[in-house]
Structure formats: C-alpha cells, structure tokens
C-alpha cells in the first residue's frame, strides 16, 4: 500500500506563490521520478514538473523560470515552489511517483489526490 499525500495548495493572488509538498509513504523500496501534474476544468491533464533521482529535472514550457522542482530523497517527499503566478496556472496539482515496492520488481505509477491551486487575477 502506498500513498502519496499532497499540501500547500490554496488561493492566491496574481504575481503571489505557494509551495506544494507531496510525501510517499508505505512499503516502498526505491523512487525512480517524482513530479507534478494539474488539471484544470475540462482540460486534460497535463505535465508540470518531474524529477529524477538523480535530481535531472524536466518542465513544462509553460512555467520554466517560474516554478521550481525539488526532492528530499530521504523524507521520499517532492516540492514544487511556484512564484509569479497567473491565472492561467489555475489547476488542481497532482503529485506523482514511479517507484517499486519492497516485494516487487516492477516500477509502478502512483498517484496523490489532488491539490487545488487557484490564481486571481
């Protein structure tokens, strides 16, 4: 059993910034990426930010030079620190991992429950 628990998602003001945290815990072995997707109403839902283990990152084009991705291996957690925002960054933010399990061999996707960012114009 895993989860992956997401916080510090909220409302804020154009050109404002929140911090988003995301934990994995349960019978895990190891963490190849983490990372963060968002969906905003009726759209699909769409990549953010991922990081690898060995801290290579990748962005969206999107929101490179604005949102930062970073990981604390030993607490198994992922943040993601947004500044500037905009409105268009509306979205709930879903926390993502690929990771195995202690008795498995197979890389599996997990998924957090969702944090809703709201940026007002």
């Known amino acids: 059993q895993v989860q992956l628990v997401e916080s510090g998602g909220g409302l804020v003001q154009a050109g404002g910034s929140l911090r988003l945290s995301c934990t994995a815990s349960g019978s895990i072995s190891s963490i190849k990426s983490m990372g963060w997707y968002r969906q905003a109403p009726g759209q699909r839902r769409e990549l953010v930010a991922v990081i690898s283990r060995d801290g290579s990152t990748n962005y969206a084009d999107s929101v490179k030079d604005r949102l930062t991705i970073s990981r604390d291996n030993a607490k198994n957690t992922v943040y993601l620190q947004m500044n500037s925002l905009k409105p268009e960054d509306t979205a709930v933010y879903y926390c993502?991992?690929?990771?195995?399990?202690?008795?498995?061999?197979?890389?599996?996707?997990?998924w957090g429950q969702g944090t809703q960012v709201t940026v007002s114009s």
């Open positions: 993502n991992a690929v990771l195995r399990l202690n008795y498995l061999a197979v890389w599996s996707t997990y």
